[in-house]
């Protein structure tokens, strides 16, 4: 049987954010990728995410503070270490900060709030790689950073459910090795 969309979910890989380059998406293909991440399983209609976009400019801005961040943390940080997270939003043309953002609900826990923002995030990832960029989920050390979330403005309810970063690819990227699929399926009886 010949399902495209099933064969491209089988062959999604990531692109690994050093690996993207300009140019990101267009202002239409933005709006696609925006709208397949608010389109998502979302128990009791609360939409609890939202996205903070970075581009042009503000990816430098937000370089600087992470740089001033990191030393702060790292007394011994080298030049080099600096300069790498000065860059480090650099490494794509847009990247989007998907913020999971629960409420308190009487039939919703939090729990599947998370999920659902979650859920967000892949669809980005999806979203992307169908209009032919290359994309990465990540977190690393600044998504769970108070200073970094004080900056992004998050309440004390809101967290970082990743950073995406998107942008063009010049190769596909290899296969991975995955974990053993069978070892992880069992048929309750
Ligand atoms: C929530 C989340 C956070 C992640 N954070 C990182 C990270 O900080 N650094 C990293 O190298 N990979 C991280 N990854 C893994 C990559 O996004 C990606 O899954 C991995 O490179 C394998 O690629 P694949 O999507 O092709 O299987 C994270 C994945 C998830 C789901």
Redesign the pocket.
């Given at each position: 049987m010949n399902n495209t969309i099933s064969d491209f979910i089988l062959a999604?890989?990531?692109?690994?954010a050093k690996d993207l380059c300009a140019p990101g998406p267009s202002e239409e293909q933005l709006d696609i990728i925006l709208r397949s991440a608010h389109r998502v399983p979302d128990h009791g209609k609360i939409g609890p995410w939202r996205f903070v976009l970075f581009q042009d400019d503000a990816r430098d801005r937000f370089g600087k503070k992470l740089a001033r961040r990191f030393v702060k943390k790292n007394e011994n940080a080298t030049e080099a270490q600096i300069e790498f997270e000065r860059h480090r939003f650099l490494r794509a043309p847009l990247v989007i900060a998907v913020v999971s953002s629960p409420i308190d609900h009487p039939k919703v826990p939090e729990w599947e709030q998370v999920l659902s923002a979650?859920a967000a995030?892949q669809n980005i990832?999806l979203a992307s790689h169908a209009l032919g960029f290359g994309a990465?989920?990540?977190?690393?050390w600044y998504?769970f950073d108070k200073y970094v979330a004080k900056k992004l403005k998050l309440t004390s309810a809101e967290k970082i459910?990743?950073f995406i970063y998107i942008g063009s690819v010049d190769k596909k990227?290899d296969e991975?090795t995955?974990p053993d699929l069978n070892q992880r399926i069992t048929v309750y009886r």
């Open positions: 999604r890989r990531s692109v690994t979650g995030c990832l990465q989920w990540l977190t690393e998504a459910a990743g990227p991975r995955r």
